[in-house]
């Protein structure tokens, strides 16, 4: 197992070389001008051209991109352009909030998804079964915005339980996590679902159940543990987008994260700061997938990496 966890880890370098290109090209394909953007419109050309050759943007792409992995290397991630800040500590600054929103937006995904997915399976085409797929197709269709926006009215507004904005106490975070975590409850409510009913059909499930094992045991102790793998894949996927995707709730609920830290370097056209958030979500995903691939082995005995 240590030596896959290895070989994986030494797959990180080649993805992020790979990732810093598409990044570094896709930013700059963005309209506008940096070095307008931090002098003003009002501005001199020769200020404009001034700060072009402060920031680098003069010299050519391969250039640029050359100096910027060469920093990347040394752990540099270069100084935002418009804060003038090192990138690393805006987004040592950011990221905790992210973390804190996604972690708390996976616990309600998984509770209320799994759950919702054991019901439905356990009693197959019931009234249980059509109402908990119509609330997963609801959840899957809402839009995220408009979903914070509806809580933050209801909840908010007009009952005054929680903020509408902000960070600080535990009841900042309700609204958005529950904003975040509601469309990935459906998802994986839909394959927790799907896998059980598949396990469920297996002879070895039969067997237990003619011995006379209580079907709560057969449910939870035969047959949830070996639909796990397909679910525990969706999990994985469904927390790495949960770090990527807070953007449009982390903008609504005014909450500070990486996803609000892009939004703003995006329209200011700061390359430093979209460059690094992007890579550091990257990562994210890349350990994510590795920590899914550990708990395989751990789930399913037959599973082996040596």
């Known amino acids: 197992m240590s030596q896959y966890i290895l070989r994986r880890l030494a797959l990180v370098l080649p993805v992020l070389v790979g990732v810093s290109i598409v990044v570094f090209s896709m930013v700059r394909l963005i309209p506008g001008d ?10 001199s050309e020769e200020v404009v051209e001034m700060i072009r050759q402060q920031l680098g943007l003069n010299e050519h792409p391969v250039v640029q991109y050359w100096i910027f992995l060469k920093n990347l290397f040394r752990g540099d991630l270069g100084r935002s352009t418009l804060s003038r800040l090192p990138v690393l500590d805006e987004i040592t600054a950011a990221l905790p909030g992210t973390l804190q929103l996604a972690v708390a937006s996976m616990v309600i995904a998984t509770a209320l998804g799994v759950t919702t997915g054991l019901l439905s399976a356990v ?17 899957v269709s809402m839009p995220v915005f408009w979903l914070g ?89 469904q927390f790495g ?25 995006i329209t200011a056209r700061d ?12 990562v994210g995903f890349i350990l994510i997938n590795l920590l899914v691939d550990v708990l395989y082995a751990y789930i399913d005995p037959t599973i082996r990496y040596d």
Do not use: C
């Open 271 to 282: 390359y430093p700061v979209v460059q690094g958030a992007v890579l550091t979500v990257a």
């Open 149 to 237: 926006l509806m809580l933050m009215l209801l909840f908010s507004l007009h009952l005054g339980w929680f903020p509408t904005a902000g960070h600080g106490t535990w009841r900042h975070l309700v609204l958005p996590s529950i904003t975040l975590g509601l469309s990935s409850a459906a998802i994986i409510a839909r394959m927790t679902r799907s896998s059980m009913l598949e396990v469920l059909r297996q002879d070895y499930v039969r067997t237990a159940r003619a011995k006379g094992v209580p079907e709560r045991g057969v449910v939870l102790r035969h047959a949830f543990r070996n639909a796990l793998i397909p679910v525990v894949t969706v999990m994985g996927l």
């Open 241 to 265: 987008n949960l770090l990527g995707g807070a953007v449009l709730t982390e903008t609504v609920f005014a909450w500070p994260g990486i996803g609000r830290l892009m939004v703003g370097a």
């Open 34 to 43: 940096p070095a307008r953007v931090m002098a003003g419109e009002a501005a």
């Open 123 to 139: 009693r197959p085409n019931s009234w249980v079964d059509a109402l908990s797929m119509f609330i997963a197709l609801v959840g």
